[in-house]
T-cell receptor, first 113, second 114 residues
Framework: GDSVTQMEGPVTLSEEAFLTINCTYT??????LFWYVQYPGEGLQLLLKATKADDKGSNKGFEATYRKETTSFHLEKGSVQVSDSAVYFC????????????FGAGTRLFVKA | SAVISQKPSRDICQRGTSLTIQCQVDSQVTMMFWYRQQPGQSLTLIATANQGSEATYESGFVIDKFPISRPNLTFSTLTVSNMSPEDSSIYLC???????????FGSGTRLTVV
């Protein structure tokens, strides 16, 4: 079945460091890919998305490129801030599985000043 | 995107009791979903709430434990029945407009069963 694998956390970075959170997926068909962010004590928010191969999603300085050849959707940010501390979830919606979203396990990011 | 109001935001309940969680959306949506997020874990889909018909439950979740109502296209409830400490989790409702636009989530209900 469809699945999402993302790097284990926690990831601890200093402010202004470069961030990469790896995400790979397995899916039949051509899924849409998403990154969600969950700040402490809050629900999930959609961070960015990409719907087809080579699309780049971007928002709030975060980027991720849909790589079909490597089945990956790695999240990057050039310079993290303390306010980016949160849990990040990679997810997919497969066009062969209705509208169910498959989530990765989540990666907790700590950014220290 | 849709705006979701979910309540209560948190509750502490005695084991053996039931809690009903409400999810109100500011626009009509076809599909509503209920997720559980256990402490430190990812999200697990409980069921899809269908308007006018019974909910569709995922493997490991049953209607007797998690009855769901969906009386119209803007509202749904999830009841956690006969609670035990293992039910302590965050419960989230969500909606999706179209496949390519991702889900919108409510802020969640943090449930602690003592």
């Amino acid at each position: 079945g469809d699945s999402v694998t993302q790097m284990e956390g926690p990831v601890t970075l200093s402010e202004e460091a470069f961030l990469t959170i790896n995400c790979t997926y397995t899916a039949t068909g051509y899924p849409s890919l998403f990154w969600y962010v969950q700040y402490p004590g809050e629900g999930l928010q959609l961070l960015l998305k990409a719907t087809k191969a080579d699309d780049k999603g971007s928002n709030k300085g975060f980027e991720a490129t849909y790589r079909k050849e490597t089945t990956s959707f790695h999240l990057e940010k050039g310079s993290v801030q303390v306010s980016d501390s949160a849990v990040y979830f990679c997810a997919l919606i497969s066009n062969t599985g209705g509208f169910k979203t498959i989530f990765g396990a989540g990666t907790r990011l700590f950014v220290k000043a | 995107s849709a705006v979701i109001s979910q309540k209560p935001s948190r509750d502490i309940c005695q084991r053996g009791t039931s809690l009903t969680i409400q999810c109100q959306v500011d626009s009509q949506v076809t599909m509503m979903f209920w997720y559980r997020q256990q402490p430190g874990q990812s999200l697990t889909l409980i069921a899809t709430a269908n308007q006018g018909s019974e909910a569709t439950y995922e493997s490991g979740f049953v209607i007797d434990k998690f009855p769901i109502s969906r009386p119209n296209l803007t509202f749904s409830t999830l009841t956690v029945s006969n609670m035990s400490p293992e039910d302590s989790s965050i419960y989230l409702c969500s909606v999706v407009g179209e496949m390519n636009y991702g889900y919108t989530f409510g802020s969640g209900t943090r449930l602690t069963v003592v």
